[in-house]
């Protein structure tokens, strides 16, 4: 098992595979997920750093402990002809997602931001995919930020409309060719989203 954590400078890789090295992650027979993802297009020259641990949850515990959790939540959104839904952000492509507010549930935090964000609200939540994480600063305090996501589909003919309170300037349905180019050009836990669930058909 293994938890990756994007950061301003590269990612943190918690694992309890002792054999897990800087070697592997380029070997897609015994650790796909990871091949894809330890070199990232969005921070070629990122430093991978590996900690080891029989206890997974431990080191987990151990690496938040100097930091604040801020919980968010989001979609990989598909429409009625299979498209993906990217959504333009501060010169990134990212998907729609949202800090949690108090007293809702991870689900309806994530359903809210897909419409806040984009417009749309003919929204079905099928199925939770995964969690990232990625870290950054608020003053001299680092953030953990896990984000939620969950697959959801689009059934309505509403407009996208962009948040532009989020600095949302573009919305727009892509297919599955279309996304992985786009690969360069996304954040890095959105990055780890699309290798993920489009894995098999990315040429590694």
């Known amino acids: 098992m293994y938890i990756i954590i994007h950061e301003p400078q590269g990612k943190t890789i918690l694992t309890n595979l002792p054999t897990l090295d800087a ?15 330890g070199q990232s297009s969005t921070y070629p020259s990122d430093t991978v750093n590996i900690i080891h641990g029989e206890n ?4 987990f515990k151990k690496y938040i402990a100097d930091k604040i959790i801020i919980e968010a939540a989001g979609g990989m959104i598909f429409n009625q002809e299979n ?7 501060k010169g990134m492509w990212d998907m729609p997602k949202g800090k949690l507010d108090e007293g809702e549930s991870i689900e309806e935090c ?17 199925n939770k995919l ?9 003053g001299d305090q680092l953030i953990l930020k896990p984000s939620h996501w969950f697959k ?13 309170e989020e600095d949302i300037t573009e919305i727009k349905w892509v297919t599955e060719e ?20 489009f894995l098999d058909n990315i040429q590694l």
């Open 110 to 126: 994530a359903l809210r931001e897909v419409t806040e964000e984009t417009g749309l609200y003919s929204l079905t939540i099928e």
């Open 152 to 164: 959801m589909t689009f059934s309505g003919d509403e407009k996208l409309t962009p948040q532009s």
């Open 83 to 89: 498209k993906l839904l990217l959504i333009f952000r």
């Open 56 to 59: 997974i949850e431990q080191l």
């Open 178 to 197: 279309e996304a992985i180019q786009l690969l360069p050009t996304m954040y890095a836990s959105v990055e780890e989203m699309i290798k993920s669930y």
């Open 23 to 37: 070697e592997e992650l380029s070997d897609p027979i015994n650790t796909p997920h990871l091949a894809t993802i």
């Open 130 to 138: 995964q969690i990232t994480y990625h870290t950054y600063y608020i």
